[in-house]
C-alpha cells in the first residue's frame, strides 16, 4: 500500500473516512459534555466556590496522572 500524499487521498478509502468522521464525533460530543459539566457546576448542592475547587484539583490529578497512563 502507497503512502497518501494528500489528505484526500487518504480519504478515499471509505474505512479512513468512517474513521475520521466518528472520531469528530466523539470528540465533539466529549468536548461539549466536557464543557457542560463545569457550566453546571454552579447548579450542583453545597457551595459554588467548594464545588468549583474541588473539581479543579480533580482536573488537575487527572491531568498530572494522564501522563503515566
Do not use: R
Amino acid at each position: 500500500m502507497a503512502v497518501p500524499n494528500t489528505y484526500g487521498e487518504f480519504l478515499k478509502s471509505c474505512l479512513n473516512l468512517t474513521n475520521v468522521l466518528i472520531f469528530v464525533y466523539m470528540f465533539c460530543a466529549a468536548s461539549f459534555n466536557y464543557y457542560l459539566i463545569t457550566f453546571y457546576t454552579k447548579y450542583m448542592p453545597g457551595n459554588v466556590y467548594v464545588n468549583t475547587i474541588v473539581s479543579s484539583v480533580a482536573e488537575m490529578v487527572a491531568a498530572f496522572l494522564a501522563g503515566s497512563l
